[in-house]
C-alpha cells in the first residue's frame, strides 16, 4: 500500500518529519518498509497485514496516525472537495432535469451483501484535475479520465473499491448481481476474452455479464470518452466468493485484494456519496435523486469484555485502565463501563476484532511493544528431557551420536532437496512403489517426494565432482518418504558415500576408497552405537556392481546396504569415479543402539603373540578362518586380527594368503609357551583340515 | 725413551687436530691405540729399557695412552657437531602435515543445533514430526481458515487425499498439545515447504523451528524474556532487538522481532535494506483459538509460541548470500563450518 504523506496530512496534524512517521508506524505494526521521494511528495510502502484491510486506505492510515500521535482524525477535510475548495460541497441530493430508470437486484445474496447504485448525468468525460493525478500516480495507479480517476482516488481514500459504468451500454437500466452461467464470456477491460462459470460472480444487464464482480469492469461498458450518464457501483461483495473467482481467472486487482479482506459494511454508502460528490465537481454531472441502497443485514459487531487487569498480565506491565480506554476509543472503538471492565464494540471497519486478546493487542501496539519489559519465565517444575517421542520423531541422542561419529571419521554432512524428478529411479532401475508425487509442483525436477535418498547423493557427487572436488566422504541423515497402504509414511536413512582417493599427501601412497574403508566406518558406527550382532552378508542388488555388494544385517532383520554403485548408475549421473555407497535405516539404529557403558578391568597377566599364515582358495571367506581360531582357541584366544593378504609370485594361481596374529591369555594366570604352542598348532591342523589350507 | 714418548705425543696431537672426518679419527685411533698400535709398541718396549727408567717410562706412557683417548674423543665430539644435520635425521619442519581431517555437520544442522541447545538449557524439550500433513494440522487448528487471505502467506504443495507438505512447524504445536498436558516447553525444528520458485533467497524446501510454552499466567513479557536470551546468546551482547506489531493467525499479541543489523551495527547497509534492523523471527501469545482446538482450558492457561527461518538465520550468522549454497552441498562450503 503506497501512502503519500501529504495526503495524510489531509486528516490528521502531523507534526513528525516523514522519517519520523515511518518508524512510529512500523513500531505500531503498519511496516513502512521504504519512503521514495516521489512528485515533490514522500511515499510511504506500507505492508499490511492481512488482517487490517482497513489499513488498505489513506483514512485507516490517518486514523492509526492520529492515534499513535495523540490527535484527532479530521473527517471533515475529507469530505471537502479539493478541487474547487470555494465551492458548495454537496449536490447529490439536487434534483436532475431527467430520471433514468435504475434497477438493482441482488440474486446472489451469499455473494453480495450490499450494492448502492446511483446515475450521474451529463458528465462531461475529460482528463481529471492535475492534483487528482499526482496522487494517483504516487499511489501506483495510471491516470486514465476524471470518471475512472474518480472511482481509483476514492478506492485509495476510502479503501471501497467503486465501479463507473457507462449507463448507456447497460441494457435495460438494469443491474443484476448473479452467477455467471456456464459459457457465458465478458470481455473484461484488460482486453481478455474471458469464459465464465457458475463459480463467478457477475454484474449483469438485462442481457448478459457486464462486469467480473469485485474485481474487474467489462470493456463494452467501460467509461469513454463518449460516456453521458455514469452509473456508479459501490457494493459490499463476499470475501471468500471474490478470492475464489480472482484466483479462478487468475486476475487479482485494487478491488479484489480490498474485497477479499473484507471492506466495510457501513462505508459502501459514504464512499458512494464521495465519489459522486466528487464526479459532480470534477466532471461537471448533475446527480440522480435516486440512490438504490440493496442490503442485507449483516450481523452487528461483537461486544467484546475486556477487563484491565487481564490486559496487563497478558502484557506483563502496568497499564492505567483510563490510559487502555483511551487508546481504544482513538482507534474507533465504542468502550462502555462494564462490571470488572469494558464492554467494548469495534466499529464496522474492524471485523478482526472478536476475542479479548484482539483488544489488548491493540492495547499494547499503540502504548508500544518496546515499553513492555523483559522477564524470565521462572524455571519449569519438571525435569528437562533431552528429548521425548512425540509422533514420528526420533532419538535425538542416538542421531547425534551418529552425527559425532561419522564427523569425527571425517564425513561431511550434507542435506538435500527432499523432492525429485521420479524419472531418475526409472533411470536407476530402483521400484517406484509407494511414490508420493505432488499435485501442484513447481517443475518435473521437483514432482515426487523421494523414495530413497541415492539419486540425490549422486547428483551431489557428480556436482562436486564437475567441481573438482574429487576426494569426497559424504553423508546424509534424512527422511524418505512413502505411500503404504494409503497412509504416507516417513522413515529416517542414513546414507554415506565415498568416492576418490582416501589419502592424498606426499607421504603416504595414493588409494582410492574401497569397500572396506565403507565397511570400516560402519563397523565403528555399531560399536559406538553399541550395537550387537551386525553381520555382512553377500547380496546382489540392482544398485551396485555384482562383484562388491552386500546387504548389513543385524541378527536376522536387513538393516541396510552396502556396496560399489554400478558403471550403469554412475552413467546416469556423469560420474566416471567409483563410488562406495552405502544406507542404513535410522530406526534401526535407534533401536538396536545400547549406550550404556560397562567398565571391564584391564588384563594382569601378559598376553602371547602367534602369527598363523596360511593360503587357501580365492573364493575362500576369510572370516571363516577367524571363526576356526575362535572355537578352537576358546577362552584363550582374546584377538584375531588379520593383517595381511597376498596374491602373486609365490603363491599358485587362484590361491591366496592370509595371515593372522593370534592373541592368546589367560586371566588367572600367566601363559607359558608350551601351553600356547599346543592350542596354536591345533588351530593350524583344524584350519587345514577345514578350509583345505596350507600353512605358509 | 722419555723423547721418544713425548714426540710421538707431538706428532699423535697433530694428527688428531688435522683429522678431518670421524674415519681419520678412527685410523688414529687404531695407528695409536690399536691392539697392535704405537702405544701398546711402547708399552711393550718398556720391558727391554733400563730398570731404573722403568716406572717413570711406564707413567708417561700410561698419561699418553689417556691424553690420546681424551683427545680422540674431544676430536670425534667436535666433528659430529660440526657435521651437516641432514645426517642427523633433520626433517623439513615446512613440508605440509599430514591430514586428518575431521568431517562437518552441515551449517543448518549446526544452526538447528546451536539454537535447540540454548533452548535446552531453558528447560524446553525437542520433538520433531511429521513433514506431511492435513489441512487440519497446517492450518484449520491453527486459526487459518479456509479461503482467507491469511493463507497468501502459506502457499503450499499438496498430494493425493488433500494431504500436504507442511508450509511451516507451527504444525506441531498441535501435535504437542493433543498428547501432553500442561506445562509445556516445546521446540521443534525440521523440513518445510512452499512453493516458491528458487533464486538467491527463496527455495521450495526449508527450514524452521518452531518454540511455545503454555503454562498458568504466562506474560508477553516473558516471551520477550526467552527471545532476549536467544538473541544475546546467538548473535553477541552488543545486538540490539525490538518487537514490532504483525499479524499471525496463531497468535494475538503477534510480533516480529528485529535485531540491529550484525553486519552494518543498525548504521544501514545491502543486507539491512539500509534499515539497520533485520527481521530474524516472528512470535506472540498463542492465540486461544488454537487452544480450544485442542481442548485446553483457556481462562487457566496461555502461552507464547515462536517462529524462525533456519536458513535466513544461518545467512545472517555465517554471512552466506545465497540460499541455493546449502543444497548445492559443494565440499569447498561445507568443509567451512
Redesign the interface.
Known amino acids: 500500500m503506497k501512502v503519500p504523506y501529504s495526503w495524510l496530512k489531509d486528516y490528521v496534524d502531523i507534526t513528525l518529519e516523514p522519517k519520523e512517521l515511518a518508524e512510529r508506524l ?4 503498519l ?1 513502512v ?1 521504504s519512503i521514495e521521494e516521489k512528485l515533490g511528495d514522500q511515499v510511504f510502502e506500507i505492508e499490511v ?4 484491510p482497513d489499513w488498505l486506505s489513506i483514512i485507516g492510515v490517518a486514523r492509526e496516525v492520529a492515534a499513535i500521535c495523540g490527535r484527532k482524525l479530521k473527517m471533515q477535510n475529507a469530505l471537502a472537495c479539493q478541487a474547487q475548495p470555494g465551492q458548495a460541497k454537496c449536490k447529490t441530493q439536487e434534483k436532475s432535469g431527467k430520471d433514468l430508470p435504475l434497477s438493482i437486484k441482488i440474486e446472489d445474496k451469499e455473494g453480495c451483501l450490499r450494492y448502492v447504485g446511483r446515475v450521474i448525468n451529463d458528465v462531461k468525460v475529460a482528463s481529471s484535475p492535475e492534483w487528482m493525478q499526482k496522487r494517483l500516480e504516487a499511489c501506483g495507479i495510471r491516470p486514465v479520465n476524471n470518471v475512472v480517476d474518480i472511482t481509483n482516488y476514492v478506492l485509495l481514500e476510502y479503501g471501497q473499491p467503486l465501479h463507473a459504468f457507462d449507463y448507456a451500454k447497460l441494457a435495460g437500466g438494469r443491474i443484476v448481481v448473479r452467477r455467471a452461467v456456464k459459457d457465458e464470456e465478458i470481455t473484461a477491460i484488460d482486453g481478455r476474452r474471458i469464459k465464465l462459470d457458475s463459480d463467478v460472480l457477475v454484474i449483469a444487464d438485462e442481457k448478459k455479464p457486464v462486469a467480473l464482480a469485485g474485481i474487474m469492469g467489462g470493456l463494452e461498458s467501460e467509461v469513454t470518452g463518449t460516456t453521458k450518464d455514469v452509473l456508479l457501483e459501490s457494493a459490499y461483495f463476499d ?2 466468493i471474490t ?2 473467482s480472482s484466483k479462478k481467472l487468475g486476475t487479482g486487482t485494487d478491488s479484489s485484494y480490498r474485497f ?2 473484507g471492506v466495510d459494511f457501513e462505508g459502501v454508502l459514504t464512499a458512494s456519496e464521495r465519489a459522486a460528490e466528487l464526479i459532480v465537481e470534477i466532471c461537471g454531472g448533475v446527480a440522480s435523486s435516486k440512490v438504490v441502497d440493496c442490503k442485507e443485514v449483516v450481523p452487528k459487531s461483537k461486544k467484546v469484555f475486556l477487563a484491565p487487569k487481564k490486559a496487563n ?5 502496568r497499564i492505567p485502565e483510563e490510559k487502555q480506554k483511551a487508546i481504544l476509543k482513538s482507534l474507533g472503538f465504542t468502550v462502555k463501563k462494564s462490571k470488572g471492565g469494558f464492554d467494548v464494540t469495534a466499529p464496522s471497519f474492524r471485523r478482526d476484532v472478536s ?1 479479548d ?2 483488544l ?2 491493540e492495547i ?2 499503540v502504548f508500544g ?2 515499553k ?6 521462572a ?4 525435569r ?5 517421542e ?5 532419538d ?1 541422542i542416538v542421531e547425534d551420536l551418529v ?1 559425532d561419529t ?14 525429485i524428478n521420479p524419472k531418475i529411479l526409472n533411470n536407476l532401475g530402483l521400484a517406484a512403489e509407494g511414490l ?7 517443475s518435473e525436477e ?1 514432482k515426487a ?1 523421494r523414495l530413497s535418498i541415492v539419486p540425490s547423493v549422486l547428483s ?1 557427487i557428480s ?2 565432482i564437475n ?1 573438482k ?1 574429487l576426494n ?4 546424509e541423515l534424512g ?1 524418505v ?1 512413502y505411500r503404504e497402504a ?1 497412509a ?1 509414511r ?1 522413515d529416517v536413512h542414513l546414507y554415506i558415500a565415498l568416492t576418490g582417493l582416501k589419502c592424498d ?4 601412497k595414493k588409494t582410492n576408497f574401497t569397500f572396506f574403508d565403507m565397511k570400516g566406518i560402519l563397523e565403528e558406527l555399531f560399536k559406538q552405537l553399541g550395537m550387537e550382532g551386525v553381520s555382512f552378508k553377500e547380496e546382489s542388488s540392482t544398485l551396485f556392481s555384482e562383484a562388491q555388494s552386500a546387504a548389513v544385517y543385524r541378527n536376522d532383520e536387513a538393516i541396510g546396504y552396502i556396496g560399489s554403485v554400478k558403471k550403469e548408475v554412475l552413467h546416469e549421473f556423469d560420474i566416471e569415479h567409483e563410488v562406495i555407497l552405502a544406507e542404513i535405516e535410522f530406526g534401526a539404529l535407534a533401536k538396536h543402539s545400547n549406550l550404556k557403558r560397562c567398565f571391564r578391568g584391564l588384563p594382569k597377566y601378559p598376553s602371547i603373540n602367534r602369527d598363523i599364515s596360511i593360503v587357501v582358495p580365492v573364493g575362500a571367506a576369510s572370516a571363516s578362518a577367524t571363526s576356526i581360531i575362535k572355537e578352537k582357541g576358546g577362552d584363550l584366544v582374546k584377538n584375531v586380527r588379520l593383517f595381511d593378504t597376498y596374491t602373486g609370485s609365490q603363491i599358485p594361481a587362484g590361491f591366496k594368503g592370509l595371515s593372522f596374529s593370534i592373541e592368546y591369555r589367560d586371566d588367572s594366570r600367566t601363559l607359558v609357551d608350551e601351553e600356547v604352542d599346543a592350542v596354536h598348532s591345533n588351530i593350524k591342523s583344524a584350519i587345514i583340515e577345514a578350509l583345505g589350507a596350507k600353512i605358509r | 725413551m722419555k723423547d721418544k714418548i713425548s714426540e710421538i705425543e707431538k706428532e699423535a696431537l697433530a694428527a688428531i687436530s688435522g683429522a678431518a672426518d670421524a674415519k681419520s679419527v678412527n685410523e688414529l685411533r687404531i695407528k695409536y691405540l690399536g691392539r697392535n698400535g704405537v702405544v701398546a709398541d711402547i708399552l711393550s718396549s718398556l720391558s727391554k729399557a733400563a730398570p731404573e727408567e722403568r716406572p717413570e717410562a711406564g707413567r708417561l706412557a700410561n698419561s699418553l695412552k689417556n691424553r690420546l683417548t681424551e683427545e680422540l674423543r674431544l676430536k670425534e665430539e667436535a666433528l659430529k657437531k660440526a657435521a651437516p644435520l641432514e645426517a642427523k635425521g633433520k626433517i623439513d619442519i615446512t613440508l605440509p602435515g599430514i591430514k586428518n581431517e575431521l568431517g562437518s555437520r552441515h551449517p543448518l544442522t549446526k544452526t538447528i543445533d546451536e539454537i535447540s541447545e540454548i533452548f535446552l538449557r531453558q528447560g524446553y524439550n525437542l520433538v520433531e514430526g511429521p513433514e506431511i500433513e492435513t489441512e487440519y494440522y497446517n492450518f484449520e487448528a491453527l486459526n487459518i481458515p479456509l479461503e482467507h487471505p491469511s493463507r497468501d502467506a502459506f502457499d503450499t504443495f499438496y498430494i493425493k487425499g488433500g494431504h500436504l507438505l507442511r508450509s511451516q512447524t507451527s504444525t506441531m504445536q498441535i501435535r504437542v498439545m493433543e498428547k501432553r498436558k500442561p506445562p509445556l516447553r516445546i521446540i521443534a525444528a525440521g523440513k518445510v515447504y512452499r512453493p516458491d520458485a528458487v533464486d538467491a533467497s527463496h527455495s521450495f524446501m526449508f527450514h524452521q523451528l518452531e518454540g511455545f510454552l503454555v503454562d498458568e499466567k504466562v506474560s508477553f513479557a516473558e516471551l520477550k524474556g526467552a527471545l532476549y536470551l536467544f538473541v544475546k546468546e546467538f548473535f553477541g551482547e552488543d545486538v540490539k532487538m525490538r518487537f514490532r506489531p504483525h499479524y499471525f493467525p496463531f497468535t494475538e499479541p503477534s510480533a516480529e522481532v528485529d535485531i540491529s543489523c550484525i553486519i552494518c551495527e543498525g548504521k544501514g547497509c545491502s543486507v539491512c535494506g539500509r534499515k539497520g534492523w533485520l527481521e530474524i523471527l516472528g512470535c506472540g501469545m498463542v492465540n486461544p483459538n488454537v487452544f480450544k482446538a485442542v481442548r485446553y482450558d483457556t481462562k487457566k492457561y496461555n502461552g507464547y509460541a515462536f517462529g524462525l527461518g533456519i536458513e535466513r538465520i544461518a545467512m545472517l550468522k555465517y554471512g552466506i548470500n545465497d540460499i541455493r549454497l546449502f543444497f548445492e552441498n559443494d565440499l569447498r562450503f561445507l568443509r567451512q563450518f
Do not use: C
Open positions: 512500523t513500531m505500531a505494526g511496516e518498509v497485514t492481512s488482517n487490517r470475501p471468500v478470492r475464489r477479499e479482506r498480565d497478558v502484557l506483563g506491565l476475542l486478546v484482539d489488548i493487542e499494547a501496539r511493544y518496546d513492555i519489559p523483559v522477564e524470565i519465565a524455571t519449569l517444575n519438571e528437562p528431557v533431552r528429548h521425548k512425540i509422533e514420528g520423531s526420533k535425538k552425527k561419522l564427523v569425527g571419521l571425517g564425513l561431511n554432512e550434507i542435506i538435500t532437496y527432499s523432492l508420493i508425487e505432488l499435485q501442484n509442483p513447481l521437483q517426494m551431489i556436482r562436486n567441481r572436488n569426497l566422504k559424504l553423508f527422511r518418504y494409503e504416507e516417513e599427501d606426499w607421504q603416504r
